[in-house]
């Protein structure tokens, strides 16, 4: 059974916290561009851009990321395929940008590791920052979120499972027991 730890008013507030923290981390908003990480980073990312024209009055690029074909964990009969970077929008240049990678879990740091993966096949970033609604810990990789909305620890027979409303029709952060 699920227990709801954050309700969607909660998550509404640490992503107005996140983009505050990104305008002042940033000295401005100048070069940002965000990059959602498929699924539910990609409706984050476009979140915290809408909330930071709100602010700023300024557009942010959003593009969404999918790292399937980089994870170490998949598993391919040709190894010596190339993976193949899929964005929603190919128009978006990220060389010389601050790139701000969105997640909604931040949990071994391997989709993470992925992600930078990709991001280096698609140009050469100024910066990368990581925002992530969710922190549980449980580190496999030296990777450390910049921006977080809120830090969950979890043990490793949890999980935790962010709900959008543009994706799952309704809005929360759970955790179950598995």
Same mark, same amino acid.
């Given at each position: #059974?699920?227990?709801?730890?954050? @309700?969607?008013?909660? #998550? ?12 002042? +981390?940033?000295? &401005? ?22 909330? *930071?024209? +709100? *602010?700023?009055? $300024?557009?942010?690029?959003? =593009? ?16 010596? +395929? /190339?993976?193949? $970077?899929?964005?929603? +929008? *190919? @128009? ?6 601050? $790139? ?5 879990? *931040? ?6 590791? =992925?992600?930078?993966?990709?991001? #280096? @096949?698609?140009?050469?970033? %100024? ?21 977080? &909305? ?5 043990? #490793?027979?949890? !999980?935790?499972?962010?709900?959008? /409303?543009?994706?799952?029709?309704? %809005?929360?952060? !759970?955790?179950?027991?598995?």
């Amino acid at each position: #059974m699920a227990h709801e730890i954050v @309700d969607g008013s909660s #998550m509404q507030r640490a992503l107005t916290r996140i983009t505050y923290e990104i305008i002042e +981390q940033n000295k &401005g908003v100048d070069n940002l561009v965000f990059v959602g990480i498929k699924t539910r980073g990609i409706y984050l990312a476009k979140r915290l851009a809408k909330r *930071l024209n +709100q *602010l700023e009055n $300024v557009e942010i690029p959003v =593009a969404a990321l999918d790292v399937s074909l980089y994870r170490d964990d998949r598993h391919v009969p040709n190894h010596n +395929q /190339e993976p193949i $970077v899929k964005t929603d +929008q *190919l @128009d978006i240049d990220i060389t010389n940008k601050h $790139v701000i990678l969105v997640d909604d879990v *931040l949990f071994t740091g391997r989709t993470v590791r =992925a992600a930078l993966d990709a991001l #280096m @096949d698609l140009g050469r970033p %100024e910066r990368i920052s990581l925002a992530v609604l969710v922190d549980r810990g449980h580190r496999e990789l030296p990777i450390r979120p910049d921006f977080v &909305g809120k830090n969950i620890p979890t043990s #490793m027979d949890e !999980t935790v499972h962010v709900a959008v /409303e543009e994706y799952d029709g309704h %809005e929360d952060v !759970t955790i179950e027991h598995n």
